[in-house]
């Protein structure tokens, strides 16, 4: 590729800089970025290599890699849902904890928009791109994500994600969980400390990864006391009108349950609206226990007891996570760290009525 090319119109590229210079498009990236540590022999190569192709690096992308403002990225589906709102909060304070300006986007659950995304912040040279959210597991999405995380690293960025599950091993990203299915687990055994028997779950998406975990949690807790868990987990939706429907038709056919586990608080303040237009009170005839352990929680009549995330924290850590990982500290990547969840109790759930 020569000078006069690049005179006749076409642009050159990172790639082109590399390919010219035998080294990779990361190398070059840091070289021009200026604040990672390369050899001498790839730096005059690069050099080298920029002069003879003329290449000029984008003055916005420039500024954002390292000689101007430095950023992370947060992606999620949409910025209304108190947990997403919750991680982006921990990332925006941890980011300029870290002297970084925080970016927020959101994808609306579209593979293009996200697609779109993570170019146009690869190409800004964004330190770490963070992607939160239950995820629906196939290959498809696990190719998506991999080109993700290998278009990133070839530039010095990283892919963080956050409450999802890990890639292959040997693919270049991190990962930021917390306790999930043991969050449900634990709820749903607390219901059951209390004496309760007939118990339902109500809420989330089938084959959702996050839904999926909770009900995992639910069936073993249920199952280590020998209960049946056969027609006793209702799927539908995460949102509040289908926590209320739900509860009114199981409720019409007879009431069979004493307790609800719930999806998320959405889904408990639908269940308990249900409860009371049918007559019946929360907790004297049934018991009712949320998830998120969202502000709407100890907002309900009566106040929700409810799994408490710690989703500010998933955020902070997900952005420690990656700058530890740009400073060469992170020992090892394909460690999952995960937090812990618990319960916190207030008046929703008592003793089943003799």
């Known amino acids: 590729m020569s000078r006069q090319r690049k005179q006749a119109g076409s642009r050159t590229t990172i790639r082109d800089v590399a390919a010219k210079s035998g080294v990779s498009v990361a190398t070059v990236s840091r070289v021009l970025a200026g604040n990672y540590p390369t050899s001498e022999d790839a730096k005059k190569k690069v050099l080298a290599a920029i002069d003879e192709l003329n290449y000029v690096m984008n003055a916005h992308a420039r500024g954002l890699a390292g000689q101007g403002t430095r950023t ?6 949409q910025v209304t849902s108190p947990f997403y709102a919750a991680v982006a909060q921990g990332v925006e304070e941890q980011a300029a904890a870290g002297g970084r300006l925080c ?120 199952q280590e006391r020998g209960l049946p868990t056969e027609g006793r987990v209702l799927l539908g939706s995460h949102r509040e009108a289908f926590g209320r429907t739900a509860v009114q038709e199981r409720l019409a056919r007879g009431r069979d349950f004493t307790a609800i586990v719930a999806y998320n608080d959405h889904i408990a303040a639908g269940a308990l609206l249900a409860v009371r237009q049918a007559g019946l009170r929360v907790p004297e005839d049934v018991s009712v226990i949320g998830y998120d352990d969202s502000l709407l929680a100890s907002n309900l009549t009566p106040a929700l007891t409810s799994v408490a995330v710690p989703a500010q924290e998933l955020g902070r850590t997900a952005v420690r996570r990656a700058l530890e990982h740009q400073d060469g500290d992170v020992r090892d990547p394909s460690q999952v760290v995960t937090l812990a969840t618990h319960v916190v109790v207030r008046d929703s759930v008592a003793r089943p009525r003799a």
């Open 72 to 77: 992370i990225a947060i992606l999620v589906e």
């Open 103 to 222: 970016l927020i986007c959101t994808t609306h659950g579209d593979p293009a928009q996200e697609l779109a995304l993570v170019n146009m912040l690869r190409d800004q040279g964004t330190d770490a791109v963070i992607i939160v959210g239950g995820i629906t597991p196939s290959r498809e999405y696990e190719i998506r994500m991999a080109r993700y995380a290998e278009s990133l690293n070839a530039v010095g960025s990283v892919l963080v994600l956050c409450g999802r599950p890990r890639l292959d091993a040997d693919v270049p990203h991190l990962v930021v969980a917390y306790e999930n299915e043991e969050g449900a687990y634990a709820a749903t055994n607390y219901i059951l400390s209390k004496g309760h028997e007939d118990v339902i779950f109500v809420g989330g998406v089938e084959g959702i990864s996050t839904t999926d975990d909770r009900v995992r949690g639910f069936r073993r807790a249920m």
